[in-house]
């Protein structure tokens, strides 16, 4: 019966068809192609084939999946510097950076992520895949993304050459940037207000071979930064290497130092270019002290306090981020005739008066797109404060530890710590986090 009935549609589904390219044809007719004198012939335009479309960014996912595989082999048994630098020159910069020119691109596709789960919109299984796959490999290995295959990461990687300690003080404070910026940028992606991470970018025009000249200026800054301070973008920049690092903390087997193996030459300490090797810590002698432990419990009962602080902050920052969305500004200008001393400005609002847009229509989606934006950005704020209170606690908490411990949440697998360490090549590290 199914069968039959869906024979007895062919004829009208035909015939709609036909129609469509009756009335096509009729307005092509009614507006017909202009004559050039000069000889001009229009372009004819051309769709990329499905298939390719699809392969492509697949292609990308399959070529991800297995360099993460063959990087954590790297990192963790065959220990080898020189090869994940290999890796990271053809990999990183040369197949993911100048060849797929740094799209798709796993550090901007969180941001498809958010406004896919937000808006309801979908995402393609393949820029999923690449989001996800890095973040599955640190849950398994570490940062081996941000080792060799990141074009982030890996150009930084090989730029840097005289790597020196950031001060401890300066780099807390540094690191709290990318908290606050993964909550902006996914608050702005998820409602609308476009993609602060791609656009702040500095090496994309590398990549790309084009841009404005202050992204030069931006870039050509990065890198001599990049010479003396190892990779500043990752450390103090990046939200997903701040996501990754999230993930590497519950690691299954994560680079670590063999404590039978280790002679205390504090050799890996003193070259890690991140500070992300932690030295042997004492137990106090009579235990924990009375005033650590009520600095504590003060940390631990500010945290939600914190959280909300930074929670209604947020917000009242999401009401400005909301006027990067264009109807947003666009509500602004009219209310506000001085913004339109901006040319843009001003042809969008003369284009919507013209047009005869719907005022009130035009007020009431703003008044929903404004609360978006505030909920996410307290959602977000709150986020961060949590993630700040956390920190802040961790500067009161001692836990005591004979071995040197490899930091895996900083840890980026570049793997000098292998190359200076006299017992680096013995045999593979321990499986911990």
């Known amino acids: 019966m199914s069968g039959r009935r869906g024979f007895g ?10 129609a469509s390219a009756a009335l096509r044809a009729q307005e ?6 202009p ?8 372009p004819v335009p051309a769709d990329p084939p499905l298939l390719l479309a699809w392969l492509v960014p697949a292609a990308d996912a399959l070529v991800l999946l297995a360099m993460l595989l063959f990087t954590a082999w790297l990192v963790l048994v065959r220990r080898s510097r020189r090869a994940i630098l290999l890796v990271a020159a053809l990999a990183g910069v040369g197949w993911f950076g100048f060849v797929r020119r740094g799209c798709i691109c796993p ?54 050459l005289r790597p020196v300690r950031v001060p401890r003080l300066l780099d807390f404070a540094l690191r709290f940037v990318p908290v606050v910026f993964l909550a902006v940028a996914l608050t702005l992606a998820a409602n609308g207000g476009g993609y602060a991470i791609c656009a702040s970018d500095p090496y994309v025009v590398l990549y790309r071979l084009g841009g404005v000249w202050w992204s030069w200026l931006a870039l ?12 500043p973008f990752c450390r103090y920049v990046c939200p997903y290497g ?5 993930a590497a903390r519950l690691g299954w087997r994560t680079a670590r130092i063999t404590p039978t193996e280790c002679v205390n030459c504090r050799l890996c300490e003193r070259i890690c270019p991140v500070d992300a090797i932690r030295e042997p810590v004492k137990p106090e002698p009579r235990g924990v002290a009375p005033g650590e432990r009520r600095a504590v419990l003060l940390h631990l009962l500010l945290l939600p306090v914190l959280a909300l602080l930074m929670g ?3 917000r009242a920052l999401a009401a400005r981020l909301a006027l990067r969305h264009p109807d947003v500004l666009l509500l602004a200008a009219i209310d506000q005739p001085a913004l339109t001393e901006d040319p843009y400005i001003a042809l969008r609002v003369e284009g919507f008066r013209e047009m005869g847009g ?74 911990g986090a």
């Open 9 to 18: 549609r062919l004829p009208a589904l035909l015939a709609a068809l036909l």
């Open 28 to 33: 092509e007719g009614r507006f017909p192609r």
């Open 35 to 42: 004559e050039f004198e000069s000889g001009y012939v229009p």
């Open 107 to 160: 550090v901007g596709g969180i941001q498809n992520v958010a406004e896919a789960l937000v808006q309801g919109s979908g995402v393609p299984v393949a820029v999923t895949l690449m989001v996800l796959l890095p973040i599955l490999a640190a849950l398994f290995f570490g940062r081996v993304f941000c080792a060799a295959l990141c074009p982030l990461g890996a150009l930084q990687e090989l730029g840097t």
């Open 220 to 231: 050509l800054v990065m890198l001599l930064i990049g010479v003396f301070v190892a990779r």
């Open 242 to 246: 701040l996501i990754l690092g999230w």
């Open 312 to 314: 209604w902050g947020g």
């Open 358 to 431: 719907d005022e009130p229509l035009l007020r009431r989606t703003v008044a929903a797109r404004v609360a978006g934006f505030r909920r996410s950005g307290g959602l977000m704020g709150a986020l961060a404060g949590w993630v700040l209170g956390w920190r802040l606690l961790g500067l009161w908490r001692r836990t005591p530890r004979r071995d040197y411990m490899i930091e895996a949440a900083r840890c980026v697998c570049c793997g000098r710590c292998f190359e200076a360490c006299p017992q680096g090549r013995r045999r593979p590290p321990e499986a």
